[in-house]
């Protein structure tokens, strides 16, 4: 089946610093990207959608100057969350659709901002 | 706006027994619906899908409903096990030239012995 990775799984970082996440299609080439964010007992939250080779659509609410996205081939897509509070600490979760409708997510980030 | 929910936030079965979780949409245009299972620390991992054109599609022990008429989306499992533990979210495609979901708020099944 379809497989999603994430790197890294577990981040600590201080506060002012950026971190980048990536997510990677490991057996097929992901036309499009989505982001989530998901807090303690929450549901996720679509935060951007990227699609290769063009800016990626961000959702109401989400920074787009904080939350850079980059997906620059059919398999890689990084989110780098700039200037990190701990606010942005959180759990993010990558999917990967071959332009289907099923979406194939990695396994998370958990993103600790100290 | 508008958005996916779920009736029961927890849901606590024995072990063998069957398990009934429930979604409600409130999205006229969604078209296509995912069951996803996420345990704890991971991310979701799909189950079970249906398209707006079906009312019923079963899976292994699993089985999704559809009823179109008052928007709700249920999820069954047979004979659950321990393992069938998580949280699990149902997620809706509005369709259109996006392959955006919208994801409910999620019920945590438990299962004890």
């Known amino acids: 089946g379809a497989v999603v990775s994430q790197h890294p799984s577990r981040v600590i970082c201080k506060s002012g610093t950026s971190v980048k996440i990536e997510c990677r299609s490991l057996d097929f080439q992901a036309t499009t990207m989505f982001w989530y964010r998901q807090f303690p007992k929450q549901s996720l939250m679509l935060m951007a959608t990227?699609?290769?080779?063009?800016?990626?659509?961000?959702e109401q609410g989400v920074e787009k100057d904080k939350f850079l996205i980059n997906h620059a081939s059919l398999t890689l897509s990084t989110l780098t969350v700039t200037s990190a509070h701990p606010e942005d600490s959180s759990f993010y979760i990558c999917?990967?659709?071959?332009?289907?409708?099923?979406?194939?997510f990695g396994p998370g980030t958990r993103l600790l901002v100290l | 706006g508008e958005s996916v929910g779920l009736h029961l936030p927890t849901l606590s079965v024995q072990e063998g027994d069957n398990s009934i979780i429930n979604c409600a949409y409130s999205?006229?245009?969604?078209?296509?619906f995912i069951w996803y299972k996420q345990e704890s620390g991971k991310g979701p991992q799909f189950i079970i899908d249906i398209r707006s054109n079906m009312d019923k599609r079963q899976g292994q022990r699993v089985t999704v409903l559809l009823n179109k008429t008052v928007k709700h989306l249920s999820l069954q499992i047979a004979a659950t096990q321990p393992g069938d533990s998580a949280v699990y979210f149902c997620a809706e495609n509005i369709g259109g030239n996006t392959d955006k979901l919208i994801f409910g708020t999620g019920t945590r099944l438990q299962v004890f012995p």
């Open positions: 999205n006229s245009a969604s078209d296509y």
């Open positions: 990227s699609n290769e080779g063009s800016k990626a659509t961000y």
């Open positions: 999917s990967a659709s071959e332009g289907q409708e099923t979406q194939y």
